[in-house]
């Protein structure tokens, strides 16, 4: 079965550069979220979408922006890279949950960027 | 605002040894209730999950969770645990009250070395 697929799998960027991170959900899922987790941490939740609108944001930085694109594959931008944006970025899809409630989110390999 | 608490930062066990790893969160409303386990390096791979019903629930690798909810405990349990279950288990809730918005809540995991 097709799974949540993420691109790059690792990056290496350095300070004050810019990062892209793409998601692709499974076919025929309309919400994707974003996640990181830092070395050592839980998964904190940064963003999500639904039908290409933003649907609920968490702690992402001002510096990052994501959308979600009419194939419903998602990216996030991530500008000025700090040291501490270091983490593991997962992607996760899952049929929205208002038209089918107690739907799971499924997740995909993670990207993990370092920054130097 | 909804939180998770897992009890245990690391657990070391032998192999054969029965398992039990607590996760309690706080949330007025209805919640799902997951299980995932990130294995070294890798992404994070539903256990087991509660939405309705039987609360106790039976998931992948021979592991089950029974959901409290007078105690809002949704406990992990392994009879025999195996080298191969060395892992970080996270759990995790999403409210399942209409209208919001699904991404998940995460515990800070635990960690479980297991000694061959």
């Known amino acids: 079965a097709a799974g949540v697929i993420q691109s790059p799998r690792h990056l290496i960027k350095e300070k004050r550069e810019t990062a892209t991170l793409k998601c692709y959900p499974i076919?025929?899922?309309?919400?994707v979220y974003w996640y990181q987790q830092g070395p050592g941490q839980d998964p904190q939740f940064l963003i999500s979408?639904?039908?290409?609108?933003?649907?609920d944001k968490g702690s992402i930085p001002d510096r990052f922006s994501a959308q979600q694109f009419s194939d419903y594959h998602s990216e996030l931008n991530m500008s000025s890279l700090e040291l501490g944006d270091s983490a593991l970025y997962f992607c996760?899809?899952?049929?929205?949950?208002?038209?089918?409630?107690?739907?799971?989110?499924?997740f995909g390999q993670g990207t993990r960027l370092t920054v130097v | 605002a909804q939180s998770v608490s897992q009890h245990n930062h690391h657990v070391i066990l032998s192999e054969a040894a029965s398992l039990e790893l607590g996760c309690n969160y706080s949330?007025?409303?209805?919640?799902?209730l997951f299980w995932y386990v990130q294995y070294p390096g890798q992404h994070l791979q539903l256990l087991l999950k509660?939405?309705?019903?039987?609360?106790l629930v039976k998931g992948i690798k021979g592991f089950e969770a029974e959901f409290i909810k007078s105690k809002f405990s949704f406990n992990l349990r392994k009879p025999s645990v195996q080298w191969s279950d060395t892992a970080e288990y996270f759990c995790?809730?999403?409210?399942?009250?209409?209208?919001?918005?699904?991404?998940?809540?995460f515990g800070k995991g635990t960690k479980l070395s297991v000694k061959p």
């Open positions: 509660y939405f309705s019903g039987d609360p």
């Open positions: 076919p025929r899922h309309d919400t």
């Open positions: 949330y007025g409303g209805t919640v799902n």
């Open positions: 979408f639904y039908e290409k609108m933003q649907s």
């Open positions: 995790a809730v999403n409210e399942a009250d209409g209208g919001s918005q699904g991404n998940l809540i």
């Open positions: 996760a899809s899952s049929l929205d949950r208002r038209m089918a409630m107690n739907t799971e989110a499924f």
